[in-house]
Each structure stands twice: as C-alpha cells, then as structure tokens.
C-alpha cells in the first residue's frame, strides 16, 4: 500500500486507557492508513479495541504514543475547530435531538463553518440540503428526529456528518442498533459517499458479511491484539479471518463470507 | 411551520408579559384607582404622597425584579438542563440556590442584628450578601461538575443535589442555633422568596448583572445547540466543551446566585419553565429556545407576584405559589415522557 494515497497516516501508535497514573494498553505499533475515496470497515471481537482506536483516531482520547498526520498535518497539535472540519463523527451517543428537525440537525454539521452565533447563510442551507440528498433522507427534512426510525435517524446523522463538509468521515458501529433491510442500505451509502465523494470513510462494525462484501480494505484486530489490514480476498487468502475470535468451535466459512460452526 | 410559530408564541409571550405588569401596576394591598395611577405613570403625580411612593418606589420596582427574576432562574435552569443533558435540572433542585442561600445565610448571620433590615440602603451589606452567594453557588456548581464526572447517571446527579440541599439546610439551621434573634429573623423572611427587596437604588446593579449574564447567555446559542449532540458530537464540531461548559455553569451561577441573594431561594420556576417554552415552540433549538424562555420566565414570575400581592389579608410568599404552578407542569412532562419529543 502506498502512503501517498493516504489522507490520514498513524505511526507507531499506542491506545488503550489511562486511569490515574495507571495505563492499559490494548493495541500498540499500529502504523495505519486511511485513503480517500475508501470505505474501510474495522472489525474485532467485543474489547478488542475497536471504540479505543476510533477515540483515539477522533482526537477524543490522546493516544498512549504514536502520532497521527492527517494531510502531512499533526492531528493532535491541531486545534479543535481545525479538527472539526477535517474528520466527521457518527457514534452511537445518546443525543438530546429528538425536537430538532432533520433540516436543524444536519444544520449542526455546519458549525465548524458558521461564525460566532452559528447563522446560516445561503450556502449552507444549499450544502444542508444537498447532505440530506446524498443521504436519502431529504423527504423527512422537516420531521422531528423522534419521528425517525432508526435507520432513517441513522441517515440524518450522517447527512449532519456531511453536511460538515470534512474528508474523513468516522463512524463507530453505525449499523449497531438497526434491522437488515437499513444495514445493507446504510452501508451501500457509506459505501457511495467513498466512491462517488472520494470520502475516507472508517466504520467499525459487528456484521462482518457486510463488511467483507462492501468495504474496499478490512482493518482487523486479532485475538493477539494485532491490526492486520488489506483488502478482503488478501485477508481472506491470509486466513486471517480466523483469528478475529477466541472461541476455537467458530470458523470462518469463506463461501457465506460469515462464521459458523 | 416552526417559524411562524416561534413568531406567534414570542408574541403572545410578550403580549401576556404587558398583561401582567399592568395588573401588578393595578393590584396590591393599597387599592390606588387607575386613572390615578395613570396619572402618577404621566408624571403628573396623583395628589396623593404615599400612592406616588407605592407606584414608583414599591410596584415599579417588584415588577422589573420579578421580571428579571424570572428570566435568569428561567434561563439557569435551561443551562442546566443542557449542559448537564438533564431534563429534569434547574437551579434549586441541583442545590445551586441551596449553596446560595447557605452564602447568604453565612452573611446575614454574622452580620446579625447590625444589618438593619435585610437589604438595607447599606450598599455594603447588600454587596457582601451578592457575594456570599456568588461564592456559595459556585462551591455548588464545582461540585456539581465533579460529581457528574464521577456518577455518570443524570438521577443520582438530581440525588446529589438534593442531598446538597439537605447539607446546606442543616447548616443553615446550625448557624441558626448560635446567631442572634434579628439575624434569625431576616433570614427566614428571605427564606420564603420575595420580589419587593430590590429598592431603586439598588434595581441598576441587580439588573446590570441579570441583563449582561442574559446577553452572555444567547451568545452561547452555537455550543448549547452543539451540547444536544452529547460532549463527543460537540467536540467533534469543534466546540471546546470544557471551556464552553465553564462559561455556561458561570453565567448560571451568577444569575441564580444574584436572585438568590435579592429574593430569596426560588423553586421550581428554573426548572419548569424550559419546558413551557421547549413545550409551546416545539423545539430544543437554543436561539429561539432563549428568548421564549426569558419571555415566559418573566411571565410565570410576574404572575406568582400577582397572586402574592392580591390576597385581602396580607402578603402570601412567593415561595409558596411557584410549586404550585410548577409541580404540576413536571408532572405532566415527567408522564408524557413518550410523547414529547425532545425526550425521544
């Protein structure tokens, strides 16, 4: 992989918790590349580390080592507000959102943009509609969020991580809380947002069928606390996929693309 | 749609708040006739010494203190609400007016029998009250930040604050035991809330301090809005949410902590009110959230003045009138959770 296709670069980096003086280290010696115009998912088992390494990548968490450039640019030397037009978030937190139109919602993304009272002019609210285009959720643009079904909340929220206009877009496990029909549909979208927008995107996820099909490069985190990255057929061909869990009685069944007994 | 709602509902908020201080202007316990209160407002003067001083030195100034009152309780609580992600804050059920109060008590208490009244014309005493409860709202406010850092359950934080409430009581009444009668007597009658305190010469520093925090508060509509989003989201839209947060807990400690220390510990209004205005303009957005809230806090706190000063024998406290109106409309919030929307 070349690194000069890399929008965001990690070097030799270290995440895991601080309580007090004492520190956990979960994954160390990462040295991670984010390309643009790539959905890349990261998958691993419950604890792994997936949230630690996407705070850790979000600036939410200061690595334990390591540094992370974003465009030849230290991220974490870099302000907040610079931060905030570079790299989109959509995690699962609960929000407070519920009486807010989708419209005001996807609205909020353009606060890094905005000045001091946050007005919208022109252009943003053309860019907010745009977002809730791209998203597929422009005909519920002046629903209230609590009217919203999961899967249509989850679009608005990436409609307000567009509407933020930022290269990167991170998403920690925004498929988590949804039914089928609006997983596969949520991926295709993050999937088009990579392709057509040249987006980074980054998305940990449970449903590894999902990933190994759409996603462009797979970061896994094996039981021995390894990162291993690559496509799907080069993680596939590597046998790689059967070290994401501990339990020996599951194994990786290639023609399903999921695991079974 | 929401717009024009927004317009209609300011404009009735303010609309009621013109009702309302005309009839605490009309009402009180001295019956002045209109015409001659028209007179006395025209600068004409109404023939009648003790009416002109009743009008312009007594229901004038209740008036723009309740007014004010209401507004920065009003505005307190929906801070809280926000930056603590609670709907069920506001500034006396956190302890916030508690801590205050405890300031106050410390002051009035060691200042005894010597204070004369309990805000007297005595710019130092009133001053050295405003301060005491600057500083006991602070103390709460900084241990209300600790705590949630520690309890990350929005109950067990309304818990703590009402546990602070007990603490600052109790020291209260211990103070109580070893200070002297007058001082005893004052703070009592503060204790049951009262918007007559502020006198003429005291109204610009009062409303100075009410009117700036209020400003400072619309101007943190971009982080408030942010704050809905959860401390992740906000920060991922570039708001420094520690330092925002500090500003917010500030202007809502000074707010509280001023009306505090000129009419008493007063419940429920900061609470309830947020809602009336999230309720009546159907939205958690901060920018029209802010004005409809001053508006009807005004309006909530002019109308338990109102219904303080109507009854034929004698003056009820506020205190026991804003439970009454607002117990109510946390009752309904509390079982219409489902339905409303900025709980979902």
């Known amino acids: 992989m070349k690194e000069n296709n890399a929008i965001l670069t990690a070097r030799e980096l270290a995440v895991g918790y601080r309580n007090g003086s004492q520190t956990t280290t979960l994954l160390s010696g990462l040295n991670l590349n984010l390309e643009k115009g790539k959905l890349v998912a990261l998958l691993g088992q419950n604890g792994a580390g997936k949230s630690t390494l996407l705070r850790a990548l979000t600036c939410d968490e200061r690595p334990l080592a390591g540094s992370i450039e974003v465009n030849g640019r230290d991220l974490l030397e870099m302000s907040q507000k610079d931060r905030s037009r570079i790299i989109g978030l959509v995690s699962t937190e609960r929000i407070q959102a519920g009486a807010l139109t989708v419209t005001e919602l996807v609205g909020l993304g353009r606060q890094p943009h905005t000045g001091f009272l946050g007005r919208l002019d022109d252009e943003d609210r053309a860019i907010i509609q745009q977002s809730m285009a791209d998203a597929g959720i422009?005909?519920?643009?002046?629903?209230?969020?609590?009217?919203?079904?999961?899967?249509?909340?989850?679009?608005?929220?990436?409609?307000?991580?567009?509407?933020?206009?930022?290269?990167?877009?991170?998403?920690?496990?925004?498929?988590?809380?949804?039914?089928?029909?609006?997983?596969?549909?949520?991926?295709?979208?993050?999937?088009?947002?990579?392709?057509?927008?040249?987006?980074?995107?980054?998305?940990?996820?449970?449903?590894?069928?999902?990933?190994?099909?759409?996603?462009?490069?797979?970061?896994?985190?094996?039981?021995?606390?390894?990162?291993?990255?690559?496509?799907?057929?080069?993680?596939?061909?590597?046998?790689?996929?059967?070290?994401?869990?501990?339990?020996?009685?599951?194994?990786?069944?290639?023609?399903?693309l999921d695991y079974s007994f | 749609m929401t717009r024009s709602r927004y317009i209609i509902t300011v404009i009735a908020l303010t609309l009621l708040l013109v009702l309302l201080a005309l009839a605490c202007l009309a009402f009180g316990s001295v019956d002045i006739p209109v015409g001659r209160i028209v007179d006395i407002l025209s600068g004409k003067g109404s023939g009648n010494k003790a009416w002109d001083i009743i009008i312009l030195q007594s229901r004038i100034p209740m008036i723009a203190t309740a007014a004010l009152a209401g507004a920065a309780l009003s505005i307190s609580g929906l801070l809280l609400q926000t930056t603590f992600n609670n709907p069920l804050a506001g500034p006396s059920i956190l302890g916030v007016s508690s801590g205050?109060?405890?300031?106050?008590?410390?002051?009035?208490l060691a200042m005894g029998g010597s204070l004369g009244g309990l805000l007297g014309e005595n710019v130092g005493s009133y001053i050295a009250i405003l301060v005491g409860a600057l500083i006991g709202a602070g103390v709460v406010l900084v241990l209300l930040i600790a705590f949630s850092m520690i309890v990350r359950s929005n109950t067990m934080l309304l818990?703590?604050?009402?546990?602070?409430?007990?603490?600052?009581?109790?020291?209260?009444?211990?103070?109580?035991?070893?200070?002297?009668?007058?001082?005893?007597?004052?703070?009592?009658?503060?204790?049951?809330?009262?918007?007559?305190?502020?006198?003429?010469?005291?109204?610009?520093?009062?409303?100075?301090?009410?009117?700036?925090?209020?400003?400072?508060?619309?101007?943190?509509?971009?982080?408030?809005?942010?704050?809905?989003?959860?401390?992740?989201?906000?920060?991922?839209?570039?708001?420094?949410?520690?330092r925002s947060r500090n500003v917010l807990l500030l202007i809502t400690g000074v707010l509280t902590a001023v009306v505090t220390a000129f009419c008493g510990p007063i419940g429920f209004i900061g609470l309830a009110v947020p809602h009336i205005a999230r309720l009546s303009l159907g939205t958690s957005n901060h920018s029209r959230l802010i004005p409809a809230t001053i508006l009807a806090g005004a309006d909530i706190?002019?109308?338990?003045?109102?219904?303080?000063?109507?009854?034929?024998?004698?003056?009820?406290?506020?205190n026991a009138i804003t439970p009454i109106i607002g117990v109510p409309i946390i009752l309904y919030i509390i079982l219409n959770r489902r339905r409303i929307q900025y709980f979902n």
């Not at chain 2, 338990?304 to 506020?318: E, Q, R, T």
Request: aromatic residues 6%.
């Open chain 2, 159 to 242: 818990i703590i604050g009402i546990l602070v409430s007990y603490l600052t009581s109790s020291v209260v009444q211990l103070l109580n035991s070893v200070a002297t009668e007058e001082g005893v007597h004052n703070y009592v009658s503060w204790g049951f809330g009262n918007f007559s305190g502020v006198s003429v010469a005291q109204m610009p520093v009062y409303a100075g301090i009410i009117i700036l925090a209020l400003i400072g508060s619309a101007l943190m509509v971009k982080p408030l809005n942010a704050m809905l989003l959860g401390s992740r989201y906000a920060r991922n839209l570039g708001v420094n949410v520690t």
């Open chain 2, 301 to 318: 706190a002019l109308l338990c003045a109102l219904v303080s000063v109507i009854n034929p024998h004698g003056i009820i406290p506020i």
């Open chain 2, 100 to 108: 205050a109060g405890l300031g106050v008590a410390i002051v009035i």
């Open chain 1, 138 to 256: 422009i005909s519920k643009a002046n629903d209230y969020m609590a009217s919203l079904s999961d899967g249509e909340r989850q679009k608005a929220m990436i409609a307000r991580a567009l509407a933020q206009q930022t290269p990167i877009i991170i998403l920690d496990e925004p498929t988590a809380f949804l039914d089928v029909a609006s997983r596969i549909e949520t991926m295709r979208l993050l999937q088009t947002l990579a392709h057509d927008r040249g987006k980074a995107v980054l998305l940990s996820s449970h449903d590894i069928s999902q990933s190994l099909m759409l996603a462009d490069e797979l970061w896994l985190i094996t039981t021995d606390r390894e990162v291993l990255t690559g496509t799907t057929q080069q993680l596939l061909a590597d046998g790689a996929m059967d070290r994401l869990f501990l339990n020996r009685e599951i194994h990786f069944n290639p023609t399903i």
